[in-house]
């Protein structure tokens, strides 16, 4: 829809893990380095967490693509909601594996029969399974009987396992600890920082053909680092939709103010990028309110504590006065200290207010009431709020 007009050869915000696209920041290019170490050094588990698009399988598959296929046997699984049968069944089929028996027994002398067999060829055989925190705890104690298939120095194949962080946790349970101590290698694969972030967009953009590497304006990059928190995959929902609507508007440049509008409009329809995109949207603009309005809001949360305590101070001075109440029985002429006589009636003496409170409020109350002059003269709706709250809170 828009490469023409922004003179891309290609989409460059696309949400497929390409791995043309990978933009090796310092966080993937470390990661990067553990797995080819890993490889190299004959490491039997290698676990790689990350947040939900943080770039693992885009990485992996740039990892695969710098790998000699004619040495090194990969099978890599993408469906992991399955049971620890199917799971074999799934890895014998990966590899091209035979399995004439139905029992279990039949399925482990084959696949032993293939690592034994790529073994003696010196061929290197690595298992990659994505989204591994979906596994049971069968299934992953299946893959950990796995690693007893070795020459009694090192294992006969390599097995790298994906998932997001609350893979760490499920690695971390007690019934799954003789699998967590055969991790050799883990590395958790942290969202990029503001400058990362930039070069990543920069390096998409130069990938997709782009003459112009500065189409983001640097308040819209600051904005799509706010809202996607250096999240890849979030990065790219709102550049794409961000140079959408920049076509739309005939705009050669994406400012900050259709990155908000995308981000307004995604939480409009119900759906959020981030936990906290839907409280971010508004930080900024509150923080651009330095006069008078912000100001008073402030007011407005100091008088309401307050008021608060001056009420609360009241209900305990009354409840103390109430029970040095003088008994039912006294004498109907004796008067007691904490009463004084009005004509023929007896009240209750007021309980003495908090010096300190009522200066403060008094002083606050002096604010608001400048802040109300400060204020644009047809804002009615700002006095009316205002008048409100000094009638609730003073006239008590």
Same mark, same amino acid.
């Given at each position: 829809?828009?490469?023409?007009?922004?003179?891309?050869?290609?989409? #460059?915000?696309?949400?497929?893990?390409?791995?043309?696209?990978?933009?090796?920041?310092?966080?993937?290019?470390?990661?990067?380095?553990?797995?080819?170490?890993?490889?190299?050094?004959?490491?039997?588990?290698?676990?790689?967490?990350?947040?939900?698009?943080?770039?693992?399988?885009?990485?992996?598959?740039?990892?695969? +693509?710098?790998?000699?296929?004619?040495?090194?046997?990969?099978?890599?699984?993408?469906?992991?909601?399955?049971?620890?049968?199917?799971?074999?069944?799934?890895?014998?089929?990966?590899? @091209?594996?035979?399995?004439?028996?139905?029992?279990?027994?039949?399925?482990?002398?084959?696949?032993?029969?293939?690592?034994?067999?790529?073994?003696?060829?010196?061929?290197?055989?690595?298992?990659?399974?994505?989204?591994?925190? +979906?596994?049971?705890?069968?299934?992953?104690?299946?893959?950990?009987?796995?690693?007893?298939?070795?020459?009694?120095?090192?294992?006969?194949?390599?097995?790298?396992?994906?998932?997001?962080?609350?893979?760490? @946790?499920?690695?971390?349970?007690?019934?799954?600890?003789?699998?967590?101590?055969?991790?050799?290698?883990?590395?958790?694969?942290?969202?990029?920082?503001?400058?990362?972030?930039?070069?990543?967009?920069?390096?998409?953009?130069?990938?997709?053909?782009?003459?112009?590497?500065?189409?983001?304006?640097?308040?819209?990059?600051?904005?799509?680092?706010?809202?996607?928190?250096?999240?890849?995959?979030?990065? +790219?929902?709102?550049?794409?939709?961000?140079?959408?609507?920049?076509?739309?508007?005939?705009?050669?440049?994406? @400012?900050?103010?259709?990155?908000?509008?995308?981000?307004?409009?995604?939480?409009?329809?119900?759906?959020?990028?981030?936990?906290?995109?839907?409280?971010?949207?508004?930080? #900024?603009?509150?923080?651009?309110?330095?006069? #008078?309005?912000?100001?008073?809001?402030?007011?407005?949360?100091?008088?309401?504590?307050?008021?608060?305590?001056?009420?609360?101070?009241?209900?305990?001075?009354?409840?103390?006065?109430?029970?040095?109440?003088?008994?039912?029985?006294? #004498?109907?002429?004796?008067?007691?200290?904490?009463?004084?006589?009005?004509?023929?009636?007896?009240?209750?003496?007021?309980?003495?207010?908090?010096?300190?409170?009522?200066?403060?409020?008094?002083?606050?109350? @002096?604010?608001?009431?400048?802040?109300?002059?400060?204020?644009?003269?047809? +804002?009615?709706?700002?006095?009316?709020?205002?008048?409100?709250?000094?009638?609730?809170?003073?006239?008590?």
């Amino acid at each position: 829809m828009y490469e023409n007009f922004y003179e891309f050869t290609e989409k #460059p915000f696309s949400l497929l893990a390409d791995p043309a696209f990978l933009y090796l920041s310092k966080k993937h290019e470390l990661a990067l380095n553990y797995l080819e170490y890993g490889l190299s050094e004959q490491a039997g588990f290698i676990v790689i967490t990350g947040e939900v698009g943080s770039g693992k399988t885009t990485l992996i598959k740039y990892l695969i +693509n710098k790998l000699d296929k004619a040495s090194i046997k990969i099978a890599m699984l993408f469906n992991t909601n399955i049971s620890p049968h199917e799971f074999l069944e799934i890895v014998l089929k990966e590899w @091209d594996i035979t399995c004439t028996g139905k029992e279990k027994t039949d399925r482990y002398e084959a696949l032993t029969g293939f690592l034994l067999q790529e073994y003696v060829k010196k061929n290197k055989v690595v298992l990659i399974i994505d989204e591994a925190q +979906n596994l049971s705890s069968e299934t992953l104690e299946e893959i950990r009987m796995l690693s007893n298939l070795n020459d009694e120095k090192q294992p006969l194949f390599h097995i790298i396992l994906l998932g997001q962080p609350n893979l760490r @946790d499920r690695l971390n349970q007690k019934a799954l600890e003789q699998l967590r101590q055969r991790i050799s290698i883990h590395y958790h694969l942290d969202p990029l920082d503001f400058e990362d972030a930039v070069q990543y967009i920069t390096h998409r953009l130069k990938k997709a053909g782009s003459p112009h590497a500065d189409i983001f304006m640097p308040a819209a990059l600051e904005s799509i680092y706010q809202h996607s928190r250096g999240i890849p995959r979030v990065i +790219n929902i709102i550049c794409d939709t961000a140079l959408v609507y920049g076509f739309a508007d005939g705009a050669e440049k994406i @400012d900050k103010t259709i990155i908000e509008t995308v981000v307004e409009e995604r939480i409009k329809g119900g759906l959020i990028f981030l936990e906290e995109t839907a409280r971010s949207i508004v930080a #900024p603009r509150q923080s651009q309110d330095n006069g #008078p309005g912000k100001e008073l809001e402030e007011i407005k949360e100091h008088y309401a504590a307050l008021n608060k305590n001056i009420f609360e101070l009241t209900l305990l001075v009354k409840k103390l006065y109430a029970e040095k109440e003088p008994s039912k029985k006294a #004498p109907p002429n004796t008067v007691h200290k904490s009463r004084k006589l009005s004509g023929n009636t007896e009240k209750k003496r007021r309980p003495p207010a908090n010096k300190k409170l009522n200066q403060e409020m008094s002083v606050l109350r @002096d604010r608001v009431k400048g802040l109300e002059k400060k204020l644009h003269k047809n +804002n009615t709706a700002g006095r009316r709020a205002v008048s409100r709250l000094l009638v609730k809170t003073l006239g008590r």
